[in-house]
């Protein structure tokens, strides 16, 4: 199972973007799918999950991000988005896409390579 990430660039403070993420591979069932970023010298932190359509699809945020940010996902094409609205200066990090699935190798956690998104005048 593979993720890649697309979708981050430089925006100016107050900016959009959206981040995508496509899981491929021999995938028999995805679970839960987040976005966490890590900015430099600070640990990873979770940015935003979504629970499968059989869980629900029941979202959650970081206090951070709450009200800005918006994680979706389309089962059918095994894909995440986050769109992210009033971008700040802080919200500057580099973004991993992590999935939950079963493969052949039965349940592992997956992440993508990241995509940096930068936030700056």
């Known amino acids: 199972v593979q993720l890649v990430e697309s979708g981050g660039g430089l925006v100016q403070p107050g900016g959009s973007l959206r981040l995508s993420c496509v899981a491929s591979?021999?995938?028999?069932?995805?679970?839960?799918m987040k976005w966490y970023r890590q900015a430099t010298g600070h640990q990873r932190e979770l940015v935003a999950s979504?629970?499968?359509?059989?869980?629900?699809?029941?979202?959650d945020y970081a206090d951070s991000v709450k009200g800005r940010f918006t994680i979706s996902r389309d089962n059918a094409k095994n894909t995440v988005s986050l769109q992210m609205n009033s971008l700040k200066p802080e919200d500057t990090a580099v973004y991993y896409c992590?999935?939950?699935?079963?493969?052949?190798?039965?349940?592992?956690?997956?992440w993508g390579q990241g995509t940096q998104v930068t936030v700056s005048s």
């Open positions: 979504i629970t499968s359509a059989q869980a629900g699809g029941i979202m």
């Open positions: 992590n999935a939950e699935a079963r493969s052949w190798e039965g349940w592992r956690h997956y």
């Open positions: 591979g021999t995938i028999f069932n995805l679970a839960d």
